[in-house]
T-cell receptor, first 114, second 112 residues
């Protein structure tokens, strides 16, 4: 079974631009979560989608948005990029939504904002 | 306000010895406690978990201990192996459809 696939693997953007990251979950998984990892802050929750609906949202500005498609694939978008948005963005999928559901992470998209 | 703290950014242990990674939390509402391991250039992978009704869970060389009164979680790796060198994150979850809250991670180096 293929794992969680994130594209692109690396991305370089300049301040003010926007970016779209893509995530394909494990086949059959309906829940997709996004996390931002920075060296000083660890993994911070961005949002979670289940059956195309956003179920949870972290404490990030409105410049960060996402969506989930009917095939469970998900995208996240960051508009008006800032230097502080440079981070590893991780997508994770799980079979269901709920407590103690094991998350399966992709390898991430490393975003650098210059 | 940091709900989950991993106070040791790094830990170095000799091969064959015990590795103990610690995690402290402030919110007594957490019900599930997990550990994830992350190698460079890879996403985190699930290692072991424990629910709040237990105080110990064992899986091979890995044991997680939960002390609810102290709001303290620890992961023991015995014996440590060089392949265990990675960043370890504790992750906590409340009941209901709530997201995992991660610590900042501890980098474990197992020296041969």
């Amino acid at each position: 079974k293929a794992g969680v696939t994130q594209t692109p693997r690396y991305l370089i953007k300049t301040r003010g631009q926007q970016v779209t990251l893509s995530c394909s979950p494990i086949s059959g998984h309906r829940s997709v979560s996004w996390y931002q990892q920075t060296p000083g802050q660890g993994l911070q929750f961005l949002f979670e989608y289940f059956s195309e609906t956003q179920r949870n949202k972290g404490n990030f500005p409105g410049r960060f948005s996402g969506r989930q498609f009917s095939n469970s694939r998900s995208e996240m978008n960051v508009s008006t990029l800032e230097l502080g948005d440079s981070a590893l963005y991780l997508c994770a999928s799980s079979l269901r939504q709920g407590v103690n559901e094991k998350l399966f992470f992709g390898s991430g998209t490393q975003l650098s904002v210059l | 306000d940091q709900q989950v703290k991993q106070n040791s950014p790094s830990l170095s242990v000799q091969e064959g010895r015990i590795s103990i990674l610690n995690c402290d939390y402030t919110n007594s509402m957490f019900d599930y406690f997990l550990w994830y391991k992350k190698y460079p250039a890879e996403g985190p992978t699930f290692l072991i978990s424990i629910s709040s009704i237990k105080d110990k869970n064992e899986d091979g060389r890995f044991t997680v201990f939960l002390n609810k009164s102290a709001k303290h979680l620890s992961l023991h790796i015995v014996p440590s192996q060089p392949g265990d060198s990675a960043v370890y994150f504790c992750a906590l979850q409340r009941a209901g459809n709530t997201p995992l809250v991660f610590g900042k991670g501890t980098r474990l180096s197992v020296i041969a």
